[in-house]
């Protein structure tokens, strides 16, 4: 059996977290369609250890950009790998720059997924979640708006 590896609420393994997921949980959980253990893995994204309607509802939040949604969107498993580089610079291009904005509302909107370096680069304001907040303090710093420079650390050394 390969070994199970993808992203959280991504349960039926397109590569994108969207309202097929979610309607895939709530289906397990009425007890209408079975999940492997992988997808059993992947598809508890708020961690309690139950596949429940709790974690549909997480999945769907996601979709539509709404919190909380737990895990949703996050390697499986979590990364052990060593993150190099700045917060912010999820191209590596050493710049933190409008590119940077745009590569986090395409993951955002499930158009592009993220390595879980990436992911780590992405969280700049340092919540533990990758969402359109870190997009707009990217996209404010390109511009030199730093009203919210306090919440953040865009440029700084990943640790």
Same mark, same amino acid.
Do not use: H
């Given at each position: 059996?390969?070994?199970?590896?993808?992203?959280?609420? =991504?349960? #039926?393994?397109? /590569? *994108? $977290?969207? !309202?097929? +997921? &979610?309607?895939? %949980? @709530?289906?397990?959980?009425?007890?209408?369609?079975?999940?492997?253990?992988?997808?059993?893995?992947?598809? =508890?994204? #708020?961690?309690? /250890? *139950? $596949?429940? !309607?709790? +974690? &549909?509802?997480? %999945? @769907?939040?996601?979709?539509?950009?709404?919190?909380?949604?737990?895990?949703?969107?996050?390697?499986?498993?979590?990364?052990?790998?060593?993150?190099?580089?700045?917060?912010? +610079?999820?191209?590596?291009?050493?710049?933190?720059?409008?590119?940077?904005?745009?590569?986090?509302?395409?993951?955002?909107?499930?158009?592009?997924?993220?390595?879980?370096?990436?992911?780590?680069?992405? +969280?700049?304001?340092?919540?533990?979640?990758?969402?359109?907040?870190?997009?707009?303090?990217?996209?404010?710093?390109t511009v030199g708006d730093y009203t919210n420079a306090p919440n953040?650390?865009?440029?700084?050394?990943?640790?």
């Amino acid at each position: 059996m390969p070994p199970c590896t993808g992203i959280y609420g =991504d349960v #039926n393994g397109d /590569g *994108i $977290v969207n !309202a097929t +997921d &979610a309607w895939m %949980i @709530a289906q397990y959980v009425a007890g209408t369609r079975t999940f492997d253990a992988c997808q059993l893995k992947k598809a =508890d994204v #708020n961690g309690d /250890g *139950i $596949v429940d !309607a709790v +974690d &549909a509802q997480f %999945i @769907a939040n996601f979709t539509v950009g709404n919190t909380p949604y737990g895990k949703t969107g996050q390697p499986y498993p979590a990364p052990s790998a060593e993150c190099t580089g700045i917060y912010g +610079d999820l191209n590596n291009d050493g710049i933190v720059d409008i590119t940077d904005a745009v590569f986090i509302a395409q993951y955002v909107a499930g158009t592009r997924t993220l390595d879980a370096c990436q992911l780590k680069k992405a +969280d700049v304001n340092g919540d533990g979640i990758v969402n359109g907040v870190d997009a707009l303090f990217i996209a404010q710093y390109t511009v030199g708006d730093y009203t919210n420079a306090p919440n953040w650390r865009i440029g700084q050394p990943v640790t």
